[in-house]
């Protein structure tokens, strides 16, 4: 019964929408997918007028299919009632010929809000429903802003305890900040030597570790994940689509049916698969232009059909994208091989083996049919923040910005000229200096600092929840070696 969910490494691993959300990843370590997404589908029609909450319950309802109505319901009442800085909680503002979704204004000041303001919910939700009496120990890496949203949403969250990992070094001062202050006795942090690659293959790493799984399972104890491999990330990003594009019919801009372009910038490629998804539900989306930063895997893999990670990493102003291993893009390679679990697979074994692999014609084919991929370095990141501002008076992110710039670039290469959407992952003032020093040239000072002048230059208001995070006081001091992330979840799990 509702055993709707399947592991993209495995037709054996079926299992229910609640214990896909409670796992967070396969036995095998694949990810979780709704097997015949396909047949789903959201009247278009039936959205208008809708709040984001209505809509939000609509579609999960349709995606969580083992949930009920009403329990769906109190998981969306509880993570959007009074958590965003506005009712709409992804509003649409138009820039230039474009438009821009603003997925910042949640409790952290990025678009992980959204769906990690609800993950929890839908897990202690999961955790009641399949009777689960222990501990579930929440994992996650983080290139930024999962890390902060992660340990927002589960702070002292009945039942469960959260670690994160970030990559020392790797992100922001702000996001650094966020994360080494959280409050809460159930939250962790630790720092790993390394980048977010490691990070998430370290935490992988765990998921599999059939040592470690018994000795949690000898302590009632369960793992589960926090990152977009749990499947119970993803869904809740498929909302904010629909929400953009209604938001557009009922401001004229669109009529209903005609089809739009989102630009969106992507490092683990699950909230430009939340795209995806949504065109699978029926949302008439023309174009997913996937948008990167140096570390352009993705733009070549789109353009060449092959993925290799053996390249060189790249510290950039936009750190949520330093990323070499998309860990979502598994799930869209089980879509686009016609579900080919052995070829899913397969790959991945090559990937995990070799750092690369390469797609058949035929997928790679139908991968160009749905999205465009281009990248954008650091110095035109900055010209398009100047420009930007300079022309509309919008202050853009360091990741917004890439995406801005990739949309023009499509744009100006094909001549498509449907109404587009940007995703607006992040308040600018999370990257202050970079966002700074796009305007104003180079600047000595405290990143802190140096966003009061932002804010006094540009008249743009600084979110509440990130003014004065530089005075709390700092919490979290581990740094580790990845090959003691194991370790260091024996700690939190009190396991000896």
Same mark, same amino acid.
């Given at each position: 019964?509702?055993?709707?969910?399947?592991?993209?490494?495995?037709?054996?691993? /079926?299992?229910?929408?609640?214990?896909?959300?409670?796992?967070?990843?396969?036995?095998?370590?694949?990810?979780?997918?709704?097997?015949?997404?396909?047949?789903?589908?959201?009247?278009?029609?039936?959205?208008?007028?809708?709040?984001?909450?209505?809509?939000?319950?609509?579609?999960?309802?349709?995606?969580?299919?083992?949930? #009920?109505?009403?329990?769906?319901?109190?998981?969306?009442?509880?993570?959007?009632?009074?958590?965003?800085?506005?009712?709409?909680?992804? =509003?649409?503002?138009?820039?230039? &010929?474009? *438009?821009?979704?603003?997925?910042?204004?949640?409790?952290?000041?990025?678009?992980?809000?959204?769906? @990690? !303001?609800?993950? =929890?919910?839908?897990?202690?939700?999961?955790?009641?429903?399949?009777?689960?009496?222990?501990?579930?120990?929440?994992?996650?890496?983080?290139?930024? &802003?999962?890390?902060?949203?992660?340990?927002?949403?589960?702070?002292?969250?009945?039942?469960?305890?959260?670690?994160?990992? *970030? #990559?020392?070094?790797?992100?922001?001062?702000?996001?650094?900040?966020?994360?080494?202050?959280?409050?809460?006795?159930?939250?962790?942090?630790?720092?790993? /030597?390394?980048?977010?690659?490691?990070?998430?293959?370290?935490?992988?790493?765990?998921?599999?570790?059939? /040592?470690?799984?018994?000795?949690?399972?000898?302590? +009632?104890?369960?793992?589960?994940?926090?990152?977009?491999?749990?499947?119970?990330?993803?869904?809740?990003?498929?909302?904010?689509?629909? *929400?953009?594009?209604?938001?557009?019919?009922?401001?004229?801009?669109? /009529?209903?049916?005609?089809?739009?372009?989102?630009?969106?910038?992507?490092?683990?490629?699950?909230?430009?698969?939340?795209?995806?998804?949504?065109?699978?539900?029926?949302? =008439?989306?023309?174009?997913?232009?996937?948008?990167?930063?140096?570390?352009?895997?993705?733009?070549?893999?789109?353009?060449?059909?092959?993925?290799?990670?053996?390249?060189?990493?790249?510290?950039?102003?936009? #750190?949520?994208?330093?990323?070499?291993?998309?860990?979502?893009?598994?799930?869209?390679?089980?879509?686009?091989?016609?579900?080919?679990?052995?070829?899913?697979?397969? @790959?991945?074994?090559?990937? +995990?083996?070799?750092?690369?692999?390469?797609? !058949?014609?035929?997928?790679?084919?139908?991968?160009?049919?749905?999205?465009?991929?281009?990248?954008?370095?650091?110095?035109?990141?900055?010209?398009?923040?100047?420009?930007?501002?300079?022309?509309?008076?919008?202050?853009?992110?360091?990741?917004?910005?890439?995406?801005?710039?990739?949309?023009?670039?499509?744009?100006?290469?094909?001549?498509?000229?449907?109404?587009?959407?940007?995703?607006?992952?992040?308040?600018?003032?999370?990257?202050?200096?970079?966002? *700074?020093?796009? @305007?104003?040239?180079?600047?000595?000072?405290?990143?802190?600092?140096?966003?009061?002048?932002?804010?006094?230059?540009?008249?743009? #208001?600084?979110?509440?929840?990130?003014?004065?995070?530089?005075?709390?006081?700092?919490?979290?001091?581990?740094?580790?070696?990845?090959?003691?992330?194991?370790?260091?979840?024996?700690?939190?799990?009190?396991?000896?």
């Amino acid at each position: 019964m509702f055993q709707s969910y399947e592991s993209t490494r495995s037709s054996n691993l /079926k299992t229910t929408a609640s214990k896909a959300v409670l796992k967070g990843i396969a036995d095998d370590g694949g990810l979780y997918v709704m097997r015949d997404l396909e047949h789903k589908n959201i009247n278009i029609e039936k959205l208008k007028d809708k709040s984001y909450m209505e809509m939000a319950e609509i579609i999960l309802n349709e995606m969580l299919d083992d949930f #009920p109505e009403e329990k769906i319901r109190e998981c969306i009442s509880k993570a959007y009632t009074d958590k965003f800085s506005t009712d709409e909680v992804t =509003p649409v503002v138009k820039v230039g &010929d474009s *438009y821009i979704t603003e997925l910042f204004h949640g409790p952290t000041s990025a678009f992980k809000d959204v769906a @990690l !303001s609800i993950l =929890p919910h839908l897990m202690t939700a999961s955790y009641e429903m399949n009777d689960i009496k222990g501990k579930v120990i929440i994992l996650a890496a983080t290139s930024g &802003d999962t890390g902060k949203a992660a340990l927002e949403g589960f702070r002292d969250v009945k039942g469960t305890k959260i670690a994160v990992f *970030y #990559p020392d070094g790797g992100v922001s001062q702000v996001q650094k900040a966020q994360m080494v202050t959280q409050e809460g006795n159930n939250t962790f942090v630790c720092a790993i /030597k390394g980048n977010f690659d490691d990070a998430q293959t370290g935490v992988k790493k765990i998921f599999t570790d059939e /040592k470690l799984i018994n000795e949690l399972r000898e302590n +009632n104890k369960i793992f589960s994940s926090a990152n977009s491999i749990n499947i119970g990330r993803l869904i809740p990003q498929i909302v904010y689509y629909f *929400y953009s594009y209604i938001k557009l019919v009922e401001n004229g801009a669109v /009529k209903m049916g005609d089809k739009v372009n989102f630009s969106v910038p992507t490092g683990n490629f699950g909230n430009i698969l939340a795209g995806y998804y949504a065109k699978m539900l029926g949302l =008439p989306v023309n174009m997913l232009i996937c948008a990167s930063n140096e570390n352009n895997v993705l733009y070549d893999f789109i353009n060449t059909g092959v993925y290799d990670r053996n390249r060189k990493f790249y510290r950039t102003i936009s #750190p949520s994208m330093d990323i070499l291993v998309s860990s979502n893009l598994e799930r869209l390679l089980y879509y686009m091989s016609g579900k080919n679990i052995d070829e899913v697979k397969s @790959l991945m074994e090559q990937l +995990n083996s070799s750092g690369k692999y390469e797609i !058949s014609h035929d997928m790679k084919k139908k991968i160009n049919s749905e999205f465009y991929a281009g990248c954008v370095f650091m110095e035109e990141t900055e010209k398009t923040i100047k420009e930007t501002f300079e022309k509309y008076g919008y202050l853009l992110d360091t990741h917004t910005a890439v995406a801005y710039k990739t949309l023009e670039e499509y744009k100006r290469q094909t001549g498509d000229n449907a109404v587009s959407v940007v995703l607006s992952t992040a308040s600018p003032y999370k990257f202050s200096r970079s966002v *700074y020093e796009s @305007l104003y040239g180079e600047k000595d000072g405290d990143e802190f600092e140096i966003m009061d002048e932002l804010s006094e230059r540009t008249g743009v #208001p600084i979110p509440v929840n990130l003014k004065g995070l530089n005075k709390k006081p700092v919490i979290h001091t581990t740094v580790c070696e990845t090959n003691e992330m194991g370790n260091y979840v024996r700690k939190i799990g009190g396991i000896k």
